[in-house]
């Protein structure tokens, strides 16, 4: 594993639990979600349309795409509810001095 | 037990009741009847993404033949054209019988025609499935100045559609605003403003009197004498239930198939789902029916589980979405059945709502913004409803107080 792809997203009060912020790097969009046990990446692009995820609800281990209501869960990136059919890519994140970095590959 | 078990309608309600029932039976034998040719598929991109070439034929399905195939449900591609209730017995032009000992209706809803020239009939079109949504797309290959006759939500979204393509679009309402009057007024004329930025013209409180084709092109003469030229016509007037094949039997209709909480109808064994059922919603004590995807997934899934022996009362808050340009209309609840409206944001960058009030509670909100900018405060709304929560009104209007807020903790 190479340490270079692992990118500073923020620090860890840059989020509340239960909530999620945008990080843009590069020309891709990513969402870094706070939950109860620890800090999760996916992809920040709906799998259904073009819209960012950013403006959704995160709901326990769920996130709801605020566009139809699709739903992901953070963890797997498994699509879960319609119109939502195609899984949401995943990241590994790492906390390191109240610093979240996120692995890109 | 195992049942023949029918389902008449190859839509969305359909195929979520057809899986829901073999999740909980898997003796019986399923039967989805349809008279469209393919396996159930999802409409809402037949009006936007399918006729950009955003979307194509395959990415439409809701479950492929081999998922069928796994789950032991039958499709069958044919039309009934009659219904026996007494002796459980459905039959198809040609006579052929279908017996059932249980039947789920899901007909769903068919486009209201325009009565004004029986001989120019065949020269309007309409969208409501697939075939017809090809048909619209290769004609508007050839055409250049179209008109829509309607300005609800499925003409709007051809008008967008049809002007991301680069056609001259005119939209004809006969109402005094778009999308009818359930949609806040102020949110309607922020829809028509998007439609005439990107080039489209709306005309509003017109009737139209006659339609005269002069060779390829078609003359509209409205109330007020002006004319409109226009090389295609697509008229989407509205809907009605698809209960044609009911009217003389003893099954209950009033604006569609009346059913109870649990998806039953008046006759024994026979229940209905979907865009085809008028379904009392026991949070607001009152039948409704809805043409909606989330509605008919969750209704065809209700169906499904007390058709299996799983008695489930329907609760689902209504949520409905337009999508037109690069704005989200979103709806929740119902919006007709109030004392008072709070609105919350002004701009549709940051997303913008009204919510219809009585007694302090929210029965219904709409909500319009670019993207999903709605979609978060909609949702919360939703499950305010849901819980019957009396809300604080500041909260409600001051688009910097988050409205999650307002969710009563455990
Ligand atoms: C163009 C379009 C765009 C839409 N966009 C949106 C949107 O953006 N958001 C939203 O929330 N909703 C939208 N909807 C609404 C949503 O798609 C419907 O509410 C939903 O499809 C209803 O599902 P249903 O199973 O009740 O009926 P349907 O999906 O309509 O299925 C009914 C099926 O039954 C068949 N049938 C009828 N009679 C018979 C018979 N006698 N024998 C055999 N088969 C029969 C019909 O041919 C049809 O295939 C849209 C609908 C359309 C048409
Ligand atoms: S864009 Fe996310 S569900 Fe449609």
């Not at chain 2, 393919?38 to 395959?58: C, G, N, T």
């Not at chain 2, 094949?245 to 024994?268: A, P, R, W, Y």
């Amino acid at each position: 594993m190479s340490e270079e792809n692992w990118i500073e997203v923020g620090s860890t009060d840059s989020i509340e639990e239960e909530d999620l912020i945008r990080f843009d790097h590069q020309d891709k969009t990513f969402c870094v979600y706070r939950l109860t046990d620890g800090f999760y990446a996916t992809d920040g692009i709906c799998t259904h349309e073009e819209v960012h995820l950013e403006d959704g609800l995160v709901m326990d281990d769920e996130i709801e795409c605020p566009m139809h209501q699709g739903i992901f869960n953070i963890k797997s990136g498994k699509a879960l509810s319609p119109p939502a059919c195609v899984d949401l890519k995943t990241y590994p994140v790492k906390v390191d001095n109240d610093k979240i970095f996120i692995k890109i590959d | 037990m195992k049942n023949n078990i029918i389902i008449l309608g190859g839509g969305q309600a359909a195929i979520y009741a057809a899986i829901e029932i073999r999740k909980n039976d898997t003796e019986s034998n399923i039967k989805i009847l349809g008279e469209e040719s393919i396996l159930p598929y999802e409409r809402p991109p037949l009006s936007k993404d399918f006729l950009l070439d955003k979307k194509h034929e395959e990415d439409l399905f809701f479950h492929s033949s081999d998922v069928l195939i796994n789950e032991n449900i039958d499709f069958d591609n044919v039309s009934i054209n009659k219904v026996d209730f007494e002796n459980k017995k459905l039959f198809t032009k040609n006579d052929n019988v279908y017996s059932y000992d249980i039947l789920l209706i899901s007909t769903g809803s068919e486009n209201k025609k325009l009565c004004l020239d029986d001989n120019l009939n065949n020269d309007f079109y309409y969208l409501r499935n697939l075939e017809e949504a090809k048909i619209i797309k290769e004609i508007v290959l050839n055409k250049n100045q179209i008109t829509i006759i309607g300005g609800g939500f499925i003409g709007l979204e051809i008008a967008s559609s049809l002007s991301q393509l680069q056609k001259k679009v005119t939209v004809i309402e006969i109402g005094n605003q778009l999308m009818g009057r359930i949609i806040p007024k102020q949110i309607a004329d922020l829809v028509q403003n998007t439609h005439i930025e990107h080039g489209n013209e709306i005309i509003l409180n017109k009737q139209i009197d006659k339609i005269i084709k002069k060779n390829d092109i078609y003359e509209i003469l409205l109330n007020d004498n002006s004319l409109i030229e226009t090389d295609f016509v697509i008229a989407g007037i509205g809907s009605t239930p698809s209960i044609k094949l009911f009217e003389n039997t003893n099954l209950k209709l009033d604006n569609g198939i009346v059913t109870n909480q649990f998806c039953e109808t008046s006759i024994k064994d026979v229940y209905a789902a979907g865009d085809v059922s008028n379904f009392y919603h026991p949070l607001y004590e009152r039948n409704m029916r809805l043409e909606s995807y989330q509605h008919a997934q969750n209704h065809g899934i209700c169906a499904g589980k007390n058709i299996s022996g799983v008695k489930t009362e329907y609760t689902s808050i209504p949520w409905m979405w337009s999508d037109q340009f690069n704005l989200n209309l979103q709806l929740t609840g119902i919006c007709d059945d109030y004392e008072e409206i709070i609105e919350r944001g002004s701009e549709i960058n940051n997303g913008v709502i009204y919510f219809f009030l009585k007694n302090k509670k929210i029965r219904g909100a709409c909500g319009l913004g670019i993207l999903g900018k709605v979609g978060r405060d909609i949702r919360i709304t939703t499950k305010l409803i849901e819980k019957n929560t009396i809300v604080d009104r500041q909260i409600l209007s001051d688009q910097n107080q988050k409205l999650n807020k307002l969710i009563p903790k455990l």
